[in-house]
């Protein structure tokens, strides 16, 4: 017997899993990160949990698999995303290599997620799966005969930024009309935030401390759970935006499931539902499709569990 650890490095929060070699989940932490703390603070975190694993595991640590929120060259293995100050060019797997002692796979969390669903979630005995991490800002995964798509430059199946329209915010990757400034986690809060400002009768407010500003895409979903009309029709508009999208992923790649996830998907049918009522609106009544549109069975564990199964493949254990 052997135990792999895997490790997923998001913006709000980061987890460390121990699996076992069949992919049982035998210890898992979550954790909130310090927006200050940087990278050195996640690393130094990262590094005292993997050692904490390592050393509870009744049995000897193989490999390491990591997810990471943002952009990532699958070739070399490292960061390359802006988002986070201080991450680009970072070469992660090489660091945890060195740390760990064990071979250590790297993959973003939209890859990472779409694996894990692949392997053990809502897409498990599937051809092709399509995934989509809704969470502060929006990524996808595309898997297909159980090969991750990566297309020329790795970008096959970034969703947030397809352009669903010619205008609207600017998007965090410098364009306008992207699908992320419609519907992600910061969407869904910005568009709580400038309700609340002009009509105060929401739950929202009251959900998120008194503090219009501090209105997050969490509070917005707890309201509408209560049934405030503001935050159910904020939810209502960000499922059609999502919708529209969605049907081009169809129309594209007709995969066997779609399955959403991320801390947005946690909405459940609050999200669910508006989705596929615009999808009935939206679609020809001509060109059927049997795509169905899932939420993720692994919650917000997907990337996690996509870590376990490449971290598996370091190890060289057949998934
Ligand atoms: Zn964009």
């Not at 703390?37 to 690393?43: A, H, I, K, S, T």
């Not at 293995?77 to 660091?95: E, M, Y």
């Not at 996808?140 to 010619?166: C, F, N, T, Y």
């Not at 939420?295 to 990337?303: D, M």
């Given at each position: 017997?052997?135990?792999?650890?895997?490790?997923?490095?998001?913006?709000?929060?980061?987890?460390?899993?121990?699996?076992?070699?069949?992919?049982?989940?035998?210890?898992?932490?979550?954790?909130?990160?310090?927006?200050?703390?940087?990278?050195?603070?996640?690393?130094?975190?990262?590094?005292?949990?993997?050692?904490?694993?390592?050393?509870?595991?009744?049995?000897?640590?193989?490999?390491?698999?990591?997810?990471?929120?943002?952009?990532?060259?699958?070739?070399?293995?490292?960061?390359?995303?802006?988002?986070?100050?201080?991450?680009?060019?970072?070469?992660?797997?090489?660091?945890?290599?060195?740390?760990?002692?064990?071979?250590?796979?790297?993959?973003?969390?939209?890859?990472?997620?779409?694996?894990?669903?692949?392997?053990?979630?809502?897409?498990?005995?599937?051809?092709?799966?399509?995934?989509?991490?809704?969470?502060?800002?929006?990524?996808?995964?595309?898997?297909?005969?159980?090969?991750?798509?990566?297309?020329?430059?790795?970008?096959?199946?970034?969703?947030?930024?397809?352009?669903?329209?010619?205008?609207?915010?600017?998007?965090?990757?410098?364009?306008?009309?992207?699908?992320?400034?419609?519907?992600?986690?910061?969407?869904?809060?910005?568009?709580?935030?400038?309700?609340?400002?002009?009509?105060?009768?929401t739950r929202m407010i009251e959900l998120s401390g008194g503090a219009i500003e501090d209105i997050t895409a969490k509070a917005v979903i707890e309201a509408a759970a209560q049934g405030d009309m503001a935050a159910e029709r904020i939810l209502r508009e960000a499922g059609?935006?999502?919708?529209?999208?969605?049907?081009?992923?169809?129309?594209?790649?007709?995969?066997?499931?779609?399955?959403?996830?991320?801390?947005?998907?946690?909405?459940?049918?609050?999200?669910?539902?508006?989705?596929?009522?615009?999808?009935?609106?939206?679609?020809?009544?001509?060109?059927?499709?049997?795509?169905?549109?899932?939420?993720?069975?692994?919650?917000?564990?997907?990337?996690?569990?996509?870590?376990?199964?490449?971290?598996?493949?370091?190890?060289?254990?057949?998934?």
């Amino acid at each position: 017997m052997n135990n792999v650890i895997a490790v997923d490095i998001g913006g709000t929060h980061f987890r460390v899993g121990l699996f076992d070699e069949a992919g049982r989940r035998l210890l898992v932490s979550e954790n909130a990160t310090l927006p200050a703390g940087g990278r050195e603070w996640v690393l130094e975190q990262v590094r005292d949990h993997c050692r904490r694993f390592a050393e509870k595991s009744d049995y000897p640590v193989k490999a390491c698999g990591m997810s990471f929120g943002g952009l990532v060259d699958s070739q070399c293995q490292r960061v390359t995303s802006v988002h986070f100050a201080g991450w680009k060019d970072f070469a992660l797997a090489d660091w945890m290599w060195e740390m760990l002692g064990v071979p250590c796979r790297l993959e973003n969390d939209a890859n990472a997620g779409a694996l894990g669903e692949y392997t053990y979630g809502a897409g498990r005995g599937l051809g092709s799966l399509f995934y989509v991490t809704l969470s502060a800002g929006i990524g996808g995964g595309w898997i297909s005969e159980g090969k991750i798509i990566r297309g020329r430059d790795g970008l096959a199946g970034e969703i947030g930024h397809l352009p669903v329209s010619d205008t609207g915010v600017l998007c965090s990757c410098g364009a306008r009309g992207c699908l992320e400034t419609f519907c992600s986690g910061e969407a869904i809060a910005r568009r709580g935030q400038e309700w609340a400002g002009r009509r105060s009768e929401t739950r929202m407010i009251e959900l998120s401390g008194g503090a219009i500003e501090d209105i997050t895409a969490k509070a917005v979903i707890e309201a509408a759970a209560q049934g405030d009309m503001a935050a159910e029709r904020i939810l209502r508009e960000a499922g059609r935006w999502l919708a529209r999208a969605l049907l081009m992923v169809i129309r594209l790649l007709n995969p066997d499931k779609i399955v959403l996830g991320g801390g947005v998907a946690q909405a459940g049918n609050l999200l669910l539902d508006p989705v596929n009522e615009a999808i009935g609106e939206l679609k020809s009544p001509t060109i059927g499709f049997s795509t169905a549109i899932v939420l993720a069975e692994l919650g917000t564990l997907s990337p996690l569990y996509g870590a376990a199964v490449l971290a598996r493949e370091a190890a060289g254990t057949p998934v």
